[in-house]
């Protein structure tokens, strides 16, 4: 898990300022994001687990709204200069539209949003490689589901599908996340050095096309229409 945000962080540093601004986390779980991005910036987070908001993530001060896409609709246009939405699409596909329309509502002129989602391809890897479960994976290729323990049925998509004609934003940058480590046996992932050397390695390939494509996720920035950026 550390590696993974340590991934996500890196690449959200890459892409804009994590100083003094003001961040929306949408279902923002137990609080990894928000916590750590609390520390420099004001951050609004929210999440429809109760039980994971009373567990969450809280050394540094940002404010936590329990609920969903509701709460969204009571916000200022352009209030945000970041908005999280990470591995939430999955689970809500009926809202999947409304959610981003609101997004593109809320977002600043030069603002971006940050969307981790699963990618299909990467299932795919883990499953033959390191599982070895390859009835699973026949059954993902020919189109059924995974269900995570906690959330239920992974419902996978493309997100410049949801993109509407009207919509003012643009997929500006695609980043993959945990390309290998899901693959190593786990006694390698003991050794003191591991995570450093790791992450070196995954923060090599995090954008060239050829490792996104089979990467367990997917990091997507978007941004405005316009040509200036933070």
Known sequence: MQLYYR????????????????????????????NHLADRNSVIAIEPNSEMVKNRQQTNHYQQITG??????KFNDEGFDLILCHNVFE??????????????????????????????????MQKIVFENALDEAHDLMTGS??????FGKIHYYELADLLSTDSSLKIDKTYGLRTFWALQPNEFKIEPDWADKMFKVEWEVCDKPEFVAISFFNHLILRKNNDDHL
């Open 91 to 124: 689970y809500a596909p009926s809202e999947r539209a409304e959610i981003l329309r609101e997004f593109d509502r809320l977002l600043s002129k030069n603002g971006l949003i940050s969307i981790v989602k699963h990618n299909h391809a990467g299932a795919l």
């Open 145 to 150: 589901s995974k269900t995570n323990q906690m």
């Open 68 to 73: 969903g896409l509701s709460e969204l609709r």
């Open 7 to 34: 991934m996500v962080w890196e690449q959200l540093s890459a892409e804009i300022s994590l100083t003094d601004k003001k961040i929306l986390d949408f279902g923002s779980g137990f609080g990894w994001n928000a």
